[in-house]
Each structure stands twice: as C-alpha cells, then as structure tokens.
Antibody, heavy 120, light 106 residues
Framework: EVQLVESGGGLVQPGRSLRLSCAAS????????MHWVRQAPGKGLEWVSG????????AYADSVKGRFTISRDNAKKSLYLEMNSLGHEDTAVYFC?????????????WGQGTLVTVSS | IVLTQSPATLSLSPGGTASLSCRAS???????LAWYQQKPGQAPRLLIY???NRAAGIPDRFSGSGSGTDFTLTISRLEPEDFAVYFC????????FGPGTKVDIK
C-alpha cells in the first residue's frame, strides 16, 4: 500500500527540541522530493520545509528557518524534521507529503499527521 | 502571492452544486493552482492541479476552472462524503495555501 506514516509528535516545553519521522512505503521513495506541511489547531495549512530526492535542494519557510532541519534517508525510506527552539506558535499537526515528479510543491500523497504541542 | 477563498462557509444540501472561489493577489504563474479536500481528522487530498486537471481517482463531479487571479472549484451533485473543507494552493515559486472554505450540510 502506498502510504506515509508520521511519528515523533508529542508534548514538549517551549525552547526544547523534537524530532519527527515519516516512514514511506509502497513507492520508490528515493525518486521523490518530500515536504513537511503543518496545520495549527482549527487553522489552515502552512508549508514548512522541503527536500529534493537527492537532498541537494532544501528549503524552509521563514517562520522556521534556522530552527528546523529537514533530512532524509533513502535507504530507510524515511523523512525527518529536527525541530529546535520550539515555541507556542509551532503547535500544530505536522504532515509529511510527497510531491509529484513534475512539480516541487504539488502534494499528491499525505500522511495522517503527528501532533506537536508546545506548552509548559 | 496571497490567496483569498470565499465564502468561508457554504451550506448546501446533498445533490446540490457548490461553487468555491479562490482569488490571488497577483497572477498565478502558469496556472499553478491546486485544490485539496480535507475531512475532519484526515490528511488533505489532492483534487485538482493546473487549475482544471483532476488528480488520479477524483470523480468527474469535481471540476476546476479559471486563470490569472480568479479560480473556481465546482462540485456537482454533492454526495454526503463531499462535505469537507477545501483549500486552494498556488505551487509556483513558493507554496501558499488559501484559508479554506467549509462545505457543510444545510
């Protein structure tokens, strides 16, 4: 089955760190760019970060630049998001998403998401 | 590019037709405009890309139109499973989503 499964979310105190993972299955993960998109409770979608299939090209939203690091391990078919200096504004469901082969930011497959709550 | 969606909420009956608007603050390059459907507690699902192309497996009651700064998602013959939130997204040089339109049952 073609799917993405996120893990690693939870409750974390402000200023602390958290690492999210996304396990891919059912498709050739190594051929696709991958992204993280988040959704604050009751809010819309916000693109967070993206990484090319080879990890050569990486991009971040201004809101997370310098605090978050995206990475991937094609051998393990896994995508990661290292989040540092977390603030209340980072509270959200984090989705990993695959993009199409043609378009860097067109998301054609999404995971179910993992909730990150930043609170003391 | 800032995307504005209207209305915020659309209340319709099953079998009806929904018309959702997405307006961009400037012209969307190459009509790189997509629509997604999201149901409560679920991940978004790609419906339309390139303003008018249906994604794989999407029923033909979903159609997209428009160009430049004005785009529309039309859902004909509303089915119970179509009541959800719909987001537009421009996927050109950067990625921005609209705030969403909720289609609920009247």
């Amino acid at each position: 089955e073609v799917q993405l499964v996120e893990s690693g979310g939870g409750l974390v105190q402000p200023g602390r760190s958290l690492r999210l993972s996304c396990a891919a299955s059912g498709f050739s993960f190594e051929n696709y760019a991958m992204h993280w998109v988040r959704q604050a409770p009751g809010k819309g979608l916000e693109w967070v970060s993206g990484i090319s299939f080879s990890s050569v090209d990486i991009a971040y939203a201004d809101s997370v630049k310098g605090r978050f690091t995206i990475s991937r391990d094609n051998a393990k078919k896994s995508l990661y998001l290292e989040m540092n200096s977390l603030g209340h504004e980072d509270t959200a469901v984090y989705f990993c998403a695959r993009v199409t082969l043609e378009y860097w930011r067109l998301f054609d497959l999404w995971g179910q998401g993992t909730l990150v709550t930043v609170s003391s | 590019i800032v995307l504005t969606q209207s209305p915020a909420t659309l209340s319709l009956s099953p079998g009806g037709t929904a018309s959702l608007s997405c307006r961009a603050s400037q012209s969307v390059p190459s009509n790189y405009l997509a629509w997604y459907q999201q149901k409560p507690g679920q991940a978004p699902r790609l419906l339309i890309y390139g303003a008018s192309n249906r994604a794989a497996g999407i029923p033909d009651r979903f159609s997209g139109s428009g160009s430049g700064t004005d785009f529309t998602l039309t859902i004909s013959r509303l089915e119970p499973e179509d009541f959800a939130v719909y987001f537009c997204q421009q996927y050109g040089r950067s990625s921005f989503f609209g705030p969403g339109t909720k289609v609920d049952i009247k």
